[in-house]
């Protein structure tokens, strides 16, 4: 087709989807009363616009049979078991920070099955072990992925392979109710913050541009406490050797039933660590994980200098500090 | 149609009322297999990823805070299964189309539209397929997918003259 005829094509589509002004469907009429090629494509589009046409008309007279089919399916099924609204998991949209917030507080409620290593202990008796043991931790390094996109309401349907990578140092508040001063680096630093004596620092990197406010925009909420704990429950073990290091590991699964979500935890036998962490927006560990924790670290003692924030040079500073 | 509102028949379904669900299946299926077959570009798996969406939805009901926003939830829902669904297959390396595989002249021309339908880019394939299947209104495609008027006419534009491409270049067309 020749250049001019190659700016009609636009011009031929459009006179198919009947979307064509005054003044371009006399240029088109101008142009195919010259052109048996233009005439031909016109043709061959009309030829393709009634087979949708038919093709949509074939699906259309059978989409009742479709639709009986779902109702028949739904009927079959039984009685179904629903999960109560969940709060947490709705807070994964709002935010990349928030995000954040809800990985730290799944891990969190994760490091209640490291005590279950041992195969003599009971559930009952190793949570209050586990909290015992981790009264003394100050402050808690978690890397990992968490969803960069899940629903409007909620996370049933997660999309595989898009992910936000997140870096969180968090120390526990002097009350140990909840968080205080925390780090945090998303997206491969993208967005980068401090959290230091109740007010956000953040940077977002391709905006170069420093946000200042008052308050907490990340909390983890509540801290390590028995309550979390005993939300837990339905666990099992399983022990095994990693393939590729021949180092003794155990699988740890179980239900948080206050949040509707089920887990399973990996650890190195020996060290007693955990290797990796994944959690589902629901009990049945179904589809794709909503958080996927690679790395824990955890500290007795970690300074608050290491929670103050820097502006980083040439960033226009946004301040929206309360007076 | 029966006339409850959607945040009606939402609270029921969410206390287990299966009849107030299906009507809620009966309102919106077509709504949802028009996402699927815009997403995945086949009949048979957009049935499936529909089908799998709307029991999906019945379980997970009682997430859905507003009542009134049923349909673009359900549509999300859907949409989000087809991704997957197709992303599993690439990654597979069985791209969806060589399994509807290449069509020759002794094939079907209902076939051989739904593999040039399933080769179109998805950012075309989903505008045309809710334009042909959903009243061919530009401006009710423009709302569905919160896009310009323009950006949808571009769009079906663009996706008729490659559709005819693929039909020519497998000697479908009859013009």
Not at chain 1, 79 to 96: F, V, Y
Not at chain 1, 190 to 199: A, F, H, N, Q, R
Not at chain 1, 204 to 229: M, N, Y
Request: charged share 25%; glycine share 6%.
């Amino acid at each position: 087709m020749d250049d001019p005829c190659r700016q009609m094509q636009d011009l031929l589509a459009g006179r198919i989807l009947g979307l064509l002004n005054e003044e371009q469907a006399s240029v088109l009429n101008d142009h195919l009363s010259r052109c048996l090629k233009c005439r031909k494509y016109l043709q061959s589009l009309e030829s393709e616009n009634r087979l949708l046409v038919r093709f949509s008309e074939n699906i259309e007279t059978t989409m009742t049979v479709r639709r009986d089919r779902v109702i028949q399916a739904l009927n079959r099924a039984g009685p179904t078991t629903r999960t109560e609204a969940l709060p947490m998991w709705r807070t994964i949209m709002k935010s990349k920070i928030t995000k954040l917030a809800v990985a730290a507080v799944v891990i969190l409620i994760a490091i209640f099955s490291i005590i279950l290593l041992d195969r003599s202990t009971t559930p009952a008796w190793a949570i209050e072990d586990a909290v015992e043991a981790l009264d003394r931790i100050d402050a808690i390094y978690l890397s990992g992925t968490v969803p960069k996109l899940v629903p409007p309401e909620g996370p049933e349907v997660i999309l595989e392979d898009e992910k936000i990578s997140f870096e969180i140092w968090v120390k526990a508040n002097k009350e140990r109710t909840k968080s205080g001063n925390a780090r945090f680096k998303l997206d491969n630093g993208k967005l980068i913050g401090v959290i230091y004596d109740m007010t956000t620092y953040s940077y977002d990197a391709s905006a170069k541009t420093v946000l200042i406010e008052t308050g907490q925009k990340l909390t983890i909420d509540p801290w390590i406490s028995r309550e979390l704990a005993r939300q837990n429950r339905d666990f099992q073990v399983m022990y095994g050797k990693d393939p590729a290091t021949g180092r003794h590991h155990a699988l740890v699964t179980f239900v948080n039933s206050a949040q509707s979500t089920s887990f399973c935890v990996e650890y190195d036998v020996e060290t007693k660590l955990p290797i990796r962490a994944k959690a589902w927006p629901n009990t049945r560990r179904e589809g794709v994980p909503a958080m996927d924790c690679q790395r824990h670290v955890y500290f007795e003692e970690l300074p608050d200098e290491f929670f103050k924030f820097e502006i980083p040079e040439g960033a226009t500073v946004i301040d929206k500090r309360q007076d | 149609m029966n006339d409850r509102s959607d945040e009606n028949l939402v609270a029921a379904s969410c206390k287990g009322d299966k009849a107030a669900y299906t009507l809620l299946v009966k309102r919106y299926y077509k709504q949802v297999f028009i996402v699927c077959l815009g997403v995945v570009g086949n009949v048979q798996d957009a049935e499936d990823v529909a089908q799998e969406a709307m029991l999906k939805a019945f379980t997970e009901i009682s997430r859905l805070r507003k009542g009134a926003q049923f349909g673009p939830w359900i549509s999300r829902i859907a949409e989000n299964l087809c991704i997957n669904l197709v992303r599993r297959r690439q990654r597979a390396k069985r791209i969806i189309t060589e399994n509807v595989g290449q069509p020759n002249g002794t094939v079907a021309r209902n076939e051989s539209l739904q593999w040039a339908i399933g080769k179109l880019p998805l950012e075309m394939r989903l505008p045309l397929v809710m334009y042909y299947l959903d009243g061919q209104s530009v401006k009710v495609v423009a709302e569905k997918l919160d896009m310009s008027s323009s950006g949808v006419y571009l769009k079906l534009r663009t996706a008729l003259n490659e559709l005819h491409r693929l039909l020519t270049e497998h000697g479908e067309t009859d013009g």
